[in-house]
């Protein structure tokens, strides 16, 4: 059990070495090795009786964005000119830093930071990879990495099947979360609701891997077909993929597969779809369509009673958990109907959750649009839409790895949608950090290409 603190350890001490040695981009080995077992390096170093090195050893993750970001300043050249979304990323995070000081909602100054921190710390992991250099990332040697932990994540899953026991039994997950989050161990299995299905059969198992819960690990792996699809997709939008691709690819059906998010799943396919139109696939939407038919006419005719049930409740919201998302929406939306500027910090999410006094948890934008208003719901949705546009705008205009990093966050933005509408998405952490500092990193490509047309433009000006 030890090796997954060990390997937490063990990149924060690389990427820091890396970075000692004027290699920023070994950020990215902390990102990708150390992210995705946050959470059972964390509950592992408890169950051994190390919880005093706990809160120490989670400031890691703060600690590496805080090191690059000033890294990346120092080392940045010439003026720096603004995009629209660093201006709005900006006044998202200002706005937000009030709602600290001004006596809004039941919570302390320290729990007040601590909510800024969970909604705001994007703000420098975005700015990290904003001020960038492209020419120092090998993106192809990055992604494959992110391929990897994907891979090693269905090898974990399938010891978890083979056994049928969720890999979280044996970390210490359910005492971590006591201790530190005052949520007690519920569901069938010791650890809590969100590791079964109980519309199939008697509570089927829905697992995690190594990562905090299976619906992380949905979203992760959604992440990593958008990784898969850019790494391996030419100049000409045609795919040339290896042995390796092809198992991660195979390794991604299973891991969407037995995570059994609801919201992933159909996020997986979404995903899937539109990169094939994007990419002017006729055939493969052709083969989609036929397939999705025949999945229909297989479900009506010849699935059980348990799989026609599990999904027929899903798409009419009748199931407890698809109902339970209902009734936090409704309570978010009136709650920010009767507070448009927001009812305080901490008061929707984790904090609010630990207090069990939480209002609207279960959407990243209804936690946004609960603490802190309106306007910064839609400051948010904005930042959304404009990495979406950039990332497709320029997806046809880029050559190389400046061109891949635009379709993973495409894929990626458009992958997210519905895991955004259905959980508290932020606290993913290796998908949170992941994808904005490649959302970074693009508007800062944006902006050299920007600067480089001006220059050929008008070269005395630019």
């Known amino acids: 059990m030890f090796v997954f603190p060990a390997i937490y350890l063990g990149s ?30 964390l509950s592992i170093t408890f169950q051994y009786g190390f919880g005093d090195f706990i809160p120490f050893i989670q400031s890691f993750k703060e600690l590496m964005i ?44 320290l729990k007040k930071l601590l909510a800024f921190k969970s909604l705001c710390f994007f703000v420098p992991v975005y700015f990290v990879g904003r001020f960038f250099e492209i020419e120092q990332l090998h993106v192809k040697k990055y992604f494959r990495f992110i391929c990897a932990v994907t891979f090693f994540a269905s090898l974990l899953l399938m010891y978890e099947l083979f056994t049928y026991t969720h890999f979280q039994t044996f970390t210490g997950y359910a005492d971590y979360n ?23 059969g008697k509570g089927a198992k829905r697992f995690a891997s190594f990562f905090s819960n299976p619906l992380e690990f949905a979203a992760a792996t959604v992440m990593t077909t958008s990784i898969l699809a850019a790494l391996y997709t030419d100049q000409r939008n045609k795919i040339k993929i290896d042995s390796f691709g092809f198992i991660v690819l195979l390794s991604t059906f299973f891991c969407i597969f037995f995570a059994l998010s609801r919201a992933s799943m159909a996020s997986y396919f979404l995903m ?25 006419i297989a479900i009506v005719f010849f699935a059980d009673k348990d799989v026609k049930g599990f999904i027929i409740n899903t798409i009419t919201f009748a199931n407890l958990s698809s109902l339970g998302h209902v009734i936090e929406w409704l309570d978010g939306i009136q709650s920010m109907i009767s507070h448009p500027f927001g009812i305080g910090l901490g008061e929707s999410g984790r904090i609010a959750g630990s207090t069990g ?106």
């Open 66 to 109: 805080l090191i690059g970001l000033w890294y990346v300043i120092m080392n940045r050249r010439g003026p720096l000119k603004l995009h629209l979304i660093d201006k709005l990323i900006l006044f998202f995070f200002i706005y937000n830093f009030f709602y600290i000081i001004l006596p809004i909602g039941q919570f302390g100054i």
């Open 12 to 41: 924060f001490i690389a990427a820091l070495i890396s970075i000692w040695r004027n290699k920023p981009q070994g950020i990215l080995i902390f990102l990708i090795c150390a992210l995705p077992i946050y959470t059972t390096t």
């Open 272 to 296: 899937i779809y539109t990169y094939s139109y994007l990419t002017g696939k006729r055939k493969f939407l052709r083969f989609i369509h036929i397939f999705f038919f025949a999945v229909v």
């Open 357 to 462: 006094d939480n209002v609207g948890g279960e959407s990243q934008l209804i936690i946004v649009g609960v603490q802190s208003g309106v306007l910064l719901l839609i400051v948010y949705i904005a930042i959304y839409f404009l990495l979406v546009k950039t990332a497709y705008k320029y997806f046809h205009v880029f050559t190389g790895k400046e061109r891949k990093i635009s379709l993973a966050i495409f894929l990626m933005k458009i992958g997210f949608i519905v895991p955004m509408l259905t959980s508290n998405f932020e606290s993913y952490i290796y998908l949170s950090y992941l994808t904005w500092f490649l959302s970074g990193v693009l508007v800062n490509t944006v902006m050299i290409h920007q600067k480089n047309i001006k220059a050929q433009v008008d070269p005395i000006n630019a």
């Open 178 to 200: 006591f201790y530190f989050f005052n949520q007690e161990p519920s569901g069938n299995y010791g650890l809590s609701w969100t590791f079964e299905v109980n519309e199939i």
